[in-house]
């Protein structure tokens, strides 16, 4: 997501749900070290860039899929790995910074590096709104502010052709809601990259980079316990850009339903390509 500042920024906050059913003080149950076989489970890292940006319902089902998430708050300076071997799959999540933004977020660069990696080496990625834009950047495409002002609230969606038979997003039902906040959005794929969702809106709602690369320029982690939050946190903003901070939150809680089946389906089927290749590079 993206909200406007100095530098064209995304401020994310947290899902209200986490990623288990428990937490042990401040890291989810899904990182607390259990028995030896806990390193037989496929680790997905997680890349985290503030405080209350973390996957939220997307980290729920790839826990219930069988993974485990190795979360790096990168903001407080935990160092991200060189490469991604011990990973079966790369989550980049979304933050108050710009995708370019290294001087805010000195982590970037490295964040770019293992995207390329992800890529070159066929590890499943999902980018998740600025995630999503950090993809499209690191591969050769471009993120600009919209100059029509934010898109914000639930808004359906539209499949493209390529998205019948992806495993990922082809289940994706025509005219499907998605949440969304942001002022920045993709405005140019990468070289080969394969455009899947789209919207009246918003070109590049979700594409597809390399064998098993996504990038999504929505919200299919959140409910709208969290949007209120972000309508709280930046509502002269919204305002100040036309919209309507009640209205919006009004929006996703209606479809809050189907925003839980349909993105908790994506959530799942990313999280089952993300299986299927570690049980493919274990044998």
């Known amino acids: 997501m993206t909200s406007q500042t100095s530098q064209t920024s995304e401020p994310i906050r947290t899902s209200e749900t986490p990623v288990t059913g428990g ?4 890291r989810t149950a899904a990182e ?10 496929p680790a997905v890292l997680v890349i ?5 940006a973390g996957p939220g319902l997307v980290g729920d089902h790839l826990v219930r899929v069988g ?22 799959g790369l989550l980049v999540l979304g933050g108050s910074v710009n995708c370019r933004d290294d001087g805010a977020a000195p982590w970037l660069p490295r964040v770019r590096t293992l995207v390329r990696e992800a890529v070159a080496g066929e590890v499943p990625l999902l980018g ?8 499209a950047d690191a591969l050769g495409g471009s993120v600009a502010t919209r100059p029509r002002g934010p898109e914000l609230g639930a808004v359906p969606l539209r499949r493209l052709a390529a998205a019948e038979g992806d495993p990922v997003l082809g289940g994706v039902p025509e005219g499907a809601r998605a949440a969304q906040w942001h ?3 993709v405005d ?3 070289a080969g990259a394969v455009p899947l969702l789209t919207g009246e809106d918003c070109p590049y709602q979700a594409f597809r980079v390399g064998s098993v690369g996504w990038g999504l320029q929505f919200h299919p982690e959140v409910e709208s316990g969290t949007v209120a939050r972000w309508a709280e946190a930046d509502d002269a903003q919204v305002r100040a850009d036309g919209g309507d901070p009640v209205a919006v939150v009004a929006s996703v809680r209606e479809a809050e339903p189907e925003l839980r089946t349909v993105w908790g389906a994506v959530s799942g089927a990313w999280g089952a390509v993300v299986r299927a290749h570690a049980v493919a590079r274990a044998t």
């Open 67 to 88: 993974l485990r998430l190795d979360v790096v708050r990168a903001w407080r300076g935990e160092p991200l790995p060189e490469d991604l071997r011990g990973h079966a």
């Open 183 to 185: 002022w920045d959005e």
């Open 128 to 135: 998740i709104c600025l995630g999503g834009q950090i993809v």
């Open 32 to 41: 607390v070290p259990v028995p030896a076989a806990r390193e037989t489970i």
């Open 188 to 190: 140019r794929l990468p």
């Open 48 to 52: 985290q860039h503030e405080e209350d």
């Open 23 to 26: 937490t042990t003080g401040d």
